[in-house]
C-alpha cells in the first residue's frame, strides 16, 4: 500500500507541473533514474508513476529519448455556452430525432459516437459470464423464483457495504432494486408527482429523462448549468416555489460531465430540506471519476430523507442487465408498493450476478482499469476535436463519465449535419436531444467509450471536415 500511494503521489506532482505550466507540450521529462535519486524511491516505483502518466495520455515515451508532455495534455478550446433558464412549454419535442438516432444502434458498421454505453470490449464479459454459471449452479431455484419486491437480499447487502463514499451511512433496508437507472427514476417521479406538477432539470439534460417527465404528465423548468460546476443554485432558488421535485444529475453530468462541488451539494440538500423538496439524484456516473476519488453524493449530506439516490451498473458493467437500485429515504415504503404494483419484482438472476461480482472485488479492480481508459480516452478525443474540426470549437471538460459535449458554429444544425454524417457511416447524438427548447442545435454530444483506435480518430476527422464543409 505505502509502494502505491508513493508512485501515485510522484504521478500527481508530474501532473500539477504539466497543468500549472511548469512543463509544457513537448518538453522533456526528467530520466527515470533521476526521478529515483529526487525522491529517493525504487526504480520501479518510478516507472509505475510514469506508467500512471502515460496511461491517462499526459506524458508519451519515444524511443530512445525519454518520456515527453504529450499533445493531449495541453488544451486550447474554450468551453460551451451555458443554457438559460426558460419557463415556456415545449417547443419542438426531439422524438423523431432521438428515433431517428437510435433506430442506427444495431448497425455494427456505424462509428456510434452516439451511444451512451461503453464499447463491450472495455467491459468483463468473460468474468460476468463466469458469473452467471455460478449463480445458476448456487441458487435454488436457479434464478427462475420471484424475489421480494424489494429485492435482492445479497445485492442490497453489497450495495450497503460497496457504499463507501457513504460512510455507512445506508443499509441493506435502505436500498430497493429496480431494472436500471431510469426505472429508477420513473418510480420516483411517479411516487412524489402527480400530474401537472413541475420538475426541475439541468439543462441540457439527458433526452431520457425529458421523456419519462414528459409521460408522466409533468412540467419541465431546465436550470442553467455550468460544463464544469454543474447546476446553478442562484438561477434554481428563482424557480422554487412553483416545483415539486428536482431531478440532477449532480456528479458527471450527461452530457456535460460537471460536477457539482461539495459546498454547492450541502447547500442544494439544505435548500430543498427547507422547502421539503424531493431530489431524485441519478448518480449513474459516480464510479467514473477522473479525479483522487469517488464524489460523495448529495444523499450524503440527506438527513430528512428527501434525496432520493439512483443507480445502477448499465454504464460500467452490463448494460442489457438492467440491475439498478434506490435509496429513496422516507419514500421507500411507496417505492415498494409501485414496484410490486408495476412489476411484482425484478429478475433474481443477474442481481445476483452482480452482487457476487461486487461482493469479491472484481468490480473495483475493473472500475480502476476502465477509469484508466476512459480519461485516456477522454483527452484523446479533445485533442482530435481540436485538431480536426473548425476553430473556435468549444468542448467540455468532463471530470469523470464517458460523454464530451461539443459546441460548433452557430450557422451550423447538428439535427441536419447528422443525415450528412449517417452517409459517412458516424452517428453521433445532435444537441436538440437534450432539451425541450428549440437550443443547442449547434451543439452534440458524443460518446469517447469506445477503444481508441485508427478508426475511431478517422472517424472525428471526417466528423470534422463534414462541419467545416457545412459553415
Given at each position: 500500500m505505502k509502494k502505491e500511494v508513493l508512485y501515485l503521489k510522484i504521478a500527481k506532482i508530474i501532473e500539477d507541473q504539466i497543468s500549472t505550466g511548469i512543463l509544457n507540450l513537448g518538453d522533456k521529462l526528467p530520466s527515470i533514474r533521476s526521478v529515483q535519486k529526487l525522491?529517493?524511491?525504487?526504480?520501479?516505483?518510478?516507472?509505475?508513476?510514469?506508467?500512471?502518466?502515460?496511461?491517462?495520455?499526459?506524458?508519451?515515451?519515444?524511443?530512445?529519448?525519454?518520456?515527453?508532455?504529450?499533445?493531449?495534455?495541453?488544451?486550447?478550446?474554450?468551453?460551451?455556452t451555458v443554457g438559460e433558464l426558460k419557463s415556456v412549454p415545449y417547443e419542438k419535442p426531439p422524438e423523431d430525432l432521438i428515433s431517428k438516432v437510435f433506430n442506427t444502434l444495431t448497425n455494427k458498421?456505424?462509428?456510434?459516437?452516439?451511444?451512451?454505453?461503453?464499447?463491450?470490449?472495455?467491459?468483463?464479459?468473460?468474468?460476468?459470464?463466469?458469473?452467471?454459471?455460478k449463480v445458476i449452479r448456487d441458487l435454488e431455484d436457479?434464478?427462475?423464483?420471484?424475489?421480494?419486491?424489494?429485492?435482492?437480499?445479497?445485492?442490497?447487502?453489497?450495495?450497503?457495504?460497496?457504499s463507501l463514499v457513504l460512510e455507512g451511512k445506508l443499509n441493506e433496508d435502505d436500498f430497493v432494486t429496480t431494472s436500471g437507472t431510469m426505472n429508477a427514476i420513473f418510480n420516483c417521479l411517479f411516487a412524489v408527482t402527480k400530474p401537472g406538477d413541475t420538475v426541475a432539470v439541468e439543462t441540457p439534460v439527458y433526452f431520457g429523462i425529458l421523456q419519462v417527465i414528459k409521460s408522466l404528465g409533468l412540467k419541465v423548468i431546465e436550470i442553467p448549468s455550468h460544463p464544469i460546476t454543474g447546476v446553478d443554485l442562484e438561477a434554481l432558488k428563482k424557480v422554487l416555489p412553483k416545483l415539486a421535485a428536482c431531478c440532477f444529475v449532480t456528479n458527471f453530468s450527461n452530457p456535460l460531465g460537471s460536477l457539482m462541488p461539495e459546498e454547492h451539494k450541502i447547500e442544494l440538500v439544505k435548500m430543498l430540506t427547507h422547502h421539503n423538496i424531493p431530489l431524485i439524484e441519478d448518480d449513474l456516473y459516480g464510479n467514473l471519476f477522473f479525479g483522487k476519488g469517488r464524489p460523495r453524493p448529495c444523499k450524503f449530506f440527506d438527513e430528512a430523507g428527501i434525496v432520493m439516490w439512483c443507480g445502477s451498473v448499465s454504464k460500467t458493467l452490463a448494460?442489457?442487465?438492467?440491475?439498478?437500485?434506490?435509496?429513496?429515504?422516507?419514500?421507500?415504503?411507496?417505492?415498494?408498493?409501485?414496484?410490486?404494483?408495476?412489476?411484482?419484482?425484478?429478475?433474481?438472476?443477474?442481481?445476483?450476478?452482480?452482487?457476487?461480482?461486487?461482493?469479491?472485488?472484481?468490480?473495483?479492480?475493473?472500475?480502476?482499469?476502465f477509469r484508466n481508459r476512459l480519461y485516456a480516452n477522454c483527452l484523446q478525443f479533445q485533442r482530435a476535436v481540436e485538431d480536426y474540426f473548425p476553430e473556435g470549437t468549444k468542448i467540455s471538460q468532463p471530470q469523470g463519465g464517458f460523454m464530451l459535449w461539443?459546441?460548433?458554429?452557430?450557422?451550423?444544425?447538428?439535427?441536419?449535419?447528422?443525415?450528412?454524417?449517417?452517409?459517412?457511416?458516424?452517428?453521433?447524438?445532435?444537441?436538440r436531444m437534450f432539451t425541450q427548447h428549440n437550443q443547442y442545435n449547434n451543439c452534440m454530444r458524443l460518446n469517447y467509450a469506445l477503444e481508441w483506435n485508427e478508426r475511431t480518430e478517422s472517424g472525428l476527422k471526417t466528423l470534422g471536415n463534414i462541419i467545416k464543409k457545412a459553415m
Open positions: 525522491y529517493n524511491v525504487s526504480i520501479n516505483t518510478v516507472k509505475q508513476a510514469f506508467l500512471e502518466l502515460e496511461n491517462r495520455s499526459l506524458i508519451e515515451p519515444r524511443a530512445k529519448s525519454g518520456y515527453f508532455v504529450s499533445k493531449t495534455s495541453q488544451r486550447k478550446s474554450s468551453l460551451p458498421d456505424i462509428i456510434q459516437f452516439s451511444l451512451g454505453a461503453a464499447d463491450k470490449k472495455m467491459l468483463p464479459i468473460a468474468k460476468l459470464n463466469k458469473g452467471i454459471t436457479c434464478g427462475t423464483g420471484y424475489e421480494p419486491a424489494q429485492g435482492s437480499l445479497n445485492l442490497r447487502r453489497t450495495l450497503a457495504k460497496w448494460p442489457g442487465y438492467r440491475v439498478g437500485w434506490v435509496a429513496p429515504g422516507k419514500f421507500k415504503d411507496k417505492i415498494i408498493r409501485q414496484k410490486l404494483l408495476h412489476t411484482i419484482s425484478t429478475p433474481s438472476l443477474y442481481e445476483e450476478v452482480i452482487a457476487d461480482f461486487m461482493e469479491h472485488g472484481r468490480y473495483d479492480h475493473h472500475l480502476r482499469a461539443v459546441e460548433v458554429d452557430q450557422k451550423i444544425d447538428t439535427a441536419e449535419l447528422y443525415d450528412t454524417a449517417l452517409k459517412e457511416n458516424i452517428s453521433f447524438a445532435p444537441g
